[in-house]
């Protein structure tokens, strides 16, 4: 294996999170770090004509028109910050020789964390709550939960995440249900029964999404699905806003079908999520739809965002790109 050299990465999406714990990641290596807060797009991606590898997050587009300049710009790595990779055109990254890698698990307690997060919130209504008790409203009418110990959460892929939140929910006393085509010996082990996914939203209190947005995933949930699932559902997606028909989960919150929607991600984030908005006008009525439910409960995909996943995150984008640097296999590649 050669030396590794430093590369130019040209890093796209960046706050100021991603500068420090790139930084502090880099300073024993020396890449050099081009921050650009511009997303990637087919026109920003000339900011990549200085760089070796780019390295992007989950609004970037990677589609066939930006990877086809990145090609001519000569980058041969895209490293993503993130786990899911929906948003790269793989085939033609794969037809310009650009290879792609993600950061696996950087930690999938944050996300699972978050996810058991949004279900305690939703539950015992704790975002109410918290207004109430700050305008001196002390009453507790209209904040009636449920007992967890004993329901049944189904579990919609049960990877890395997936199982971590599989453990939080069976150490809290609740009957664990998953649908995976690759089931996981872990779980099984840990008393999980996987069934087919009919089954399981047909059995579950409480619905949660774990599995990544592909073609075949895409709208995983919609009027079909939803209408099998049981009345007062709750549902929660921390995986991708695309795996949800969002229109149908409304007509279901309408209907009462739905009884708890918790979402970290949603179908149309990008430009929405990751944005101080605050004195704008949001056009998307459908999202402002979903704001005015009292019992759906929204992050702007922060689920992964804890300290430690941070700074695994930096490593191992890092390691990547010096592994690229040094022309050695890479582990994590897509
Ligand atoms: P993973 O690759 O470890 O696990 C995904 C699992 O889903 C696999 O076991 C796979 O077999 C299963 N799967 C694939 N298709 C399925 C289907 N149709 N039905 C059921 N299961 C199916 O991924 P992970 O690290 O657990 O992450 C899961 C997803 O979480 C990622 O794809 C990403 O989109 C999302 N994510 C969100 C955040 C956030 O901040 N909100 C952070 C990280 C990851």
């Known amino acids: ?9 040209g890093v796209f999406s960046t706050k100021p999170y991603d500068v420090a714990a790139l930084s502090r ?7 050099e770090l081009l921050f650009h807060t511009s997303m990637l797009d087919p026109v920003t991606a000339q900011l990549a004509s200085e760089a070796d590898v780019v390295c ?3 609004h970037d587009d990677l589609g066939t028109r930006t990877i086809e300049r990145l090609a001519l710009a000569g980058i041969g790595l895209i490293a993503l910050r993130s786990a899911g990779f929906n948003n790269v ?17 950087y930690s999938p307690h944050a996300v699972a964390e978050h996810t058991m997060g949004l279900v305690l919130s939703l539950n015992r209504q704790i975002h109410r709550a918290y207004a109430r008790v700050r305008e001196n409203n002390f009453s507790i009418e209209g904040l009636l939960g449920f007992d967890l110990f004993g329901k049944t959460v189904g579990v919609v892929g049960t990877g890395e995440i997936g199982t971590s939140f599989a453990r939080i929910c069976t150490g809290m006393g609740m009957r664990v249900l998953a649908s995976d085509p690759d089931p996981h010996d872990t779980c099984v082990d840990m008393g999980v029964s996987y069934v087919p996914l009919g089954e399981l939203l047909e059995q579950s209190n409480i619905v949660s999404l774990h599995c ?3 073609p075949d995933t895409h709208h995983l949930i919609n009027a079909t699905q939803l209408s099998a699932m049981q009345d007062g559902v709750m549902l929660i997606n921390t995986s991708r806003g695309g795996l949800i028909d969002t229109r149908a989960a409304i007509d279901s919150l309408k209907t009462g079908k739905i009884g708890y929607l918790g979402l970290d991600v949603y179908e149309e984030e990008e430009g929405l999520f990751f944005e101080d908005l605050s004195s704008s006008v949001i056009e998307d009525d459908v999202f402002s739809r979903l704001l005015t439910f009292p019992n759906v409960l929204i992050t702007g995909h922060q689920a992964f965002f804890t300290h430690e996943a941070l700074e695994e ?12 640097a040094a022309g050695a296999p890479l582990e994590h590649a897509v």
Do not use: K, Q, W
């Open 313 to 324: 995150i930096a490593a191992t984008t890092i390691e990547s790109i010096s592994a690229y």
């Open 212 to 214: 990544p947005l592909t």
């Open 25 to 31: 990641a880099n300073s024993s290596t020396g890449h």
């Open 56 to 58: 992007a997050f989950v």
């Open 1 to 9: 294996m050669d030396e590794p050299r430093p590369l130019r990465v």
């Open 89 to 105: 055109d793989l085939r033609a990254a794969r037809e310009h020789d650009i290879s792609v890698v993600r950061v696996p698990r």
